[in-house]
């Protein structure tokens, strides 16, 4: 699934640079339509937010059972909190919380995507990241699919989260045409909350860096046509 064509050596003296990297094409042409016809519509995303400094993920069945008042009163207080530059909100279906989904006994798209999940965390692509980044003790990882719609948002961070091992963040982007008027840039900054620079979303590009990098998703403005997607994770140290 992976592009064989990948100068792994070439790759791997550029990430060293700055513990940054954009792959272009990273998976095979054929591989990398089926996960973009897939994102648009066989996954059963779920909204993933912070309230109150708590993480919270809501089915569209669970959203359309909240109230106005409950649904407005939820959005403030997510917006009181990005106001502040704190939390997220987008949609996403995670490969962690994944039990039994019905939907895959009968949905080819849906469970070639499951396919893509588990050939993320293979043996083949986790050794092709351990040769790009030269981190040797990595030995796993936590995919999830993304999908960032009109007044959707990741605020300013990083993806040092003590426990979890993560080493690299990985986004594979699976947007076609995107405009960078839209928002959804991934945006980095210096220590100080300074803006470094902001790699626009692009289809079948992979880009990893290093956990220690602050970054952001910015915020999808409302005239966007269409939604920003992605196959995003880390790629994790654990024994």
């Not at 396919?115 to 995919?143: K, M, Q, W």
Request: glycine content about 6%.
């Amino acid at each position: 699934m992976i592009n064989p064509n990948l100068d792994t050596s070439k790759l791997a003296q550029s990430f060293r640079i700055d513990e940054r990297l954009m792959i272009d094409n990273f998976l095979l042409p054929e591989a990398a339509e089926r996960v973009h016809d897939a994102c648009l519509d066989s996954i059963p995303y779920s909204l993933q937010y912070v309230l109150d400094g708590q993480y919270q993920s809501k089915s569209p069945e669970e959203i359309a059972k909240l109230s106005p008042q409950e649904g407005q009163d939820i959005n403030t207080r997510i917006s009181a909190a990005a106001s502040q530059g704190v939390g997220f909100l987008y949609d996403a279906y995670l490969k962690s919380k994944v039990k039994a989904d019905p939907e895959r006994a009968h949905n080819e798209k849906l469970a070639f995507l499951h396919h893509v999940f588990n050939y993320i965390c293979s043996e083949e692509v986790l050794s092709r990241i351990r040769d790009i980044t030269g981190d040797d003790d990595i030995t796993g990882a936590e995919p999830q699919y993304t999908r960032f719609s009109p007044g959707h948002f990741l605020t300013r961070h990083q993806d040092v989260v003590p426990g979890r091992e993560r080493r690299i963040v990985f986004m594979l982007g699976m947007s076609k045409d995107w405009h960078p008027d839209w928002g959804g840039l991934l945006q980095f900054y210096e220590e100080n909350g300074t803006p470094r620079d902001a790699w626009v979303p692009r289809f079948n590009v992979l880009s990893i860096f290093a956990v220690k990098h602050i970054h952001a998703v910015t915020y999808v403005t409302p005239y966007a046509t269409a939604p920003r997607l992605c196959l995003s994770g880390w790629f994790v140290a654990r024994a």
